[in-house]
């Protein structure tokens, strides 16, 4: 099964397989701050008083929420350049990696507004009320008061995220990026073993899934100290 | 200076507040007293348009308060400070951000211009030295001294106080209700929604009773605590005077 084993752990493999881990990483925090402002957007948006503001946001979350990132994904691929060519007459050459990034902060986006939006109603009511007999605005109690309090509130859910984006950063090799699965499966055919490489490659997720996952814990115990 | 036109408000099938009517003049202090769910509460939070009556006018100074109309209407509800009964500083902020908050960014002030003014109004409640700790760090007794501080910041012409102390420990309540006398003795409108009797004998200048929504009766802290008229004041003056 694991034949190539020893040969596939060397040096410039394993460097390989790193390089191929820092995209993922990359790509999947790109993603997560793309989202997040997204998120921001998307939650104003769904708590506007304007009901056609609203309509996006609802529509935003659950057309993206209801739909298989691998689509999303494959869907941008396609469109981007065929809308380009039928706008501009030229073949636009596109970076695989942009486009799976743009994909998946659209996607985390749908998940980061119900996550802000939920943070967001998390605040205590007393806050926002107390800020209006202080004649604060709608916008400086938000920007002050609420979103602090609820960016705490929605810490461990984002961590969570970022560790579903790293997971799912692996999607984006179905257009031809290289990131850790697809560098890990350019191995395999080369050595004819796909199991070693594979193998290593999930060390790789485990190593930044529990580094994150650690790092939520430690931003966590941090805030709770002004708790 | 307030006057409250034939106030009504409902929430859902209950109706909270029943055609109420009230003026208070520059200068007093009225407390607003009954048992839990008579309005009194939602009352005071009409005057500052926290809610919005379903129908009836609230005037301050003759001006009628209209949030709808935005600006003029804020102009006027600056000039009400509001206590909470939980306080509700702001967890994420210490003390002198607290305070400063507002100064800076709804009167404009400059940053160490506001935090003279929230250093000296700190101390007048006693806690200067708590200026860089965050509220969590308080007591309650002293967390509603700084929200107080933190209202007066504001300049206000009245304040008004939804059961400041009720939230309190026992042991507490009485750091609270001084810093309220002291305001009182300066001359601050105040209205008063409490359950300290003893306070609203001596600090009231009128003691505004109500049940079910509506004034039952209305006199002069002296007159209302040694003589009330009606028999459901004199009913609720047995079970909290003790």
């Not at chain 1, 998120?39 to 948006?45: D, E, K, V």
């Not at chain 1, 790293?166 to 050595?191: F, H, M, N, P, T």
């Not at chain 2, 105040?190 to 049940?211: K, N, P, Q, S, Y």
Request: a neutral charge; glycine letters at 6%.
């Amino acid at each position: 099964m694991f034949t190539a084993f020893d040969k596939v752990f060397t040096p410039e493999n394993i460097l390989y397989l790193a390089k191929g881990a820092l995209i993922s990483l990359l790509i999947a925090a790109v993603s997560l701050v793309l989202g997040l402002i997204l998120g921001i957007l998307g939650s104003t948006a769904k708590r506007s008083k304007y009901r056609i503001f609203r309509i996006i946001g609802n529509v935003y979350v659950e057309v993206i929420r209801g739909t298989p990132m691998l689509l999303q994904i494959l869907l941008l691929f396609s469109v981007v350049p065929s809308l380009y060519t039928a706008l501009t007459g030229d073949i636009l050459r596109i970076n695989t990696y942009v486009i799976g990034a743009i994909a998946m902060s659209i996607n985390s986006g749908a998940y980061s507004t119900e996550l802000i939006r939920s943070g967001i109603n998390g605040v205590d009511k007393g806050q926002w009320e107390a800020c209006e007999t202080l004649g604060l605005s709608h916008w400086q109690t938000m920007k002050m008061v609420v979103l602090p309090q609820a960016f705490k509130i929605i810490i461990p859910p984002v961590i969570s995220e970022f560790i579903t984006l790293i997971k799912d950063s692996s999607l984006i090799s179905c257009i031809g990026a290289v990131e850790l699965l697809k560098g890990a499966q350019v191995i395999g055919a080369k050595y004819f073993d796909v199991m070693s490489p594979y193998c290593v490659a999930a060390i790789f997720y485990l190593i930044m899934t529990l580094s994150v996952s650690y790092l939520g814990r430690y931003i966590e115990r941090k805030l709770a100290a002004s708790d | 200076m307030i006057k409250l036109e034939h106030i009504t408000k409902n929430f859902k099938n209950l109706k909270a507040v029943d055609d109420v009517s009230l003026e208070i003049k520059k200068g007093e202090i009225v407390c607003l007293i009954g048992p839990s769910g008579s309005g009194k509460s939602t009352v005071l939070r009409c005057i500052n348009g926290l809610e919005v009556p379903e129908s009836g006018d609230v005037y301050i100074y003759d001006q009628k308060l209209d949030l709808n109309g935005e600006d003029k209407g804020r102009q006027l509800r600056n000039k009400m400070g509001f206590v909470f009964q939980h306080f509700n500083l702001f967890p994420n902020m210490t003390v002198l951000e607290n305070l400063t908050l507002a100064p800076i960014q709804v009167m404009k002030k400059s940053k160490s211009e506001a935090e003279e003014i929230a250093c000296q109004y700190l101390k007048r409640v006693g806690l200067l030295d708590k200026k860089d700790e965050y509220p969590n760090k308080l007591s309650g007794g002293q967390k509603q001294r700084v929200a107080i501080a933190r209202s007066l910041c504001m300049n206000p012409e009245i304040m008004l106080f939804d059961e400041p102390t009720s939230a309190l420990d026992p042991e507490m309540v009485i750091e609270v209700l001084e810093v309220m006398q002291e305001l009182a003795q300066e001359g601050m409108t105040m209205v008063v929604v409490t359950h300290e009797m003893g306070f609203a004998r001596t600090v009231a200048d009128r003691v505004i009773f109500l049940e079910d929504g509506k004034i039952i009766e209305e006199n002069n802290a002296e007159d209302f605590f040694s003589q009330p008229k009606t028999q459901r004041a004199q009913d609720f003056l047995k079970k909290v005077m003790h």
